[in-house]
């Protein structure tokens, strides 16, 4: 192809076992956890989950080495959200049930969706846009991804996804405690968006998140998959 400057390179995510998953599009979910929405000042009942989406490059990739994530600029209140992430290995359109949905699945991951707090209070009260609140750069450290026949979706009935900041815990949650589940997603999902191979879908986080400041270690495990961590570093 005759670029006028260099391609941008595909980002992509290590699979646990080997191999390496090219990254399309992000899809987050927010508000999918109750407790979460009473903690944001919100009513489960009355506030439906949402969709936002990040970059694909602002995956940080996070194998068997704690990542390095610059603070970033622009904000004082940087949190971790920790949630299981969803890579799609198919895609498809107004999925028609959950059997559908489940068949996109390629498999899924331990995520971490930072968020500028400060600046994502500041968009809600304005009534603006969450793109510098949530779709920074490095905002997205995601761990191994574990693929479905490795770590099929019946294993994750009692899974708990816990979140550690400096080996204290901040969230401990099940994964039952979802509001939309994640067939529920991928078909909401779908009647919004054409769903590619190579899509990631962050699930929503639990209540509990919190601040985090450069030097702190933060570690994200879900049930059976490789756990994600990753380290704060002083700003770039
Ligand atoms: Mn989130």
Known sequence: MDYVISAPPVVAVPVA??????????????????????EMGGDA??????????????????????????YPPGTSNLHYEGELVVALGAGGRQLKDRH?????????????D????????????AGGPWDAAKAFDASAPIGLIGRIADYPPARFDGARLVTCV?????????LTEMIWTVPEILIALSML??????????TGTPAGVGPVAPGDR?????????????????PA
């Open 45 to 70: 009942k009355a506030d439906p989950p949402v969709f936002f989406t990040k970059p694909a490059d602002a995956v940080v990739a996070c194998g068997a080495e704690p990542g390095r994530i610059p």
């Open 114 to 125: 930072l968020t500028r707090r400060d600046l994502q209070a500041a968009a809600k009260k």
């Open 100 to 112: 559908a949905a489940g068949a996109l699945i390629f498999g899924q991951a331990a995520g971490c």
């Open 218 to 234: 933060v570690e994200v495990g879900i049930g059976e998959l490789p756990a994600l961590k990753f380290a704060i570093m002083e």
């Open 17 to 38: 076992g080997g191999g390496m998953f090219p990254v399309r599009r992000i899809f987050c979910v927010g508000k999918n956890y109750a407790d979460h929405v009473k």
């Open 166 to 174: 400096n080996d204290d815990v901040r969230q401990d949650a099940g």
């Open 193 to 202: 968006f054409e769903l590619k191979a190579g899509d990631l879908v962050f």
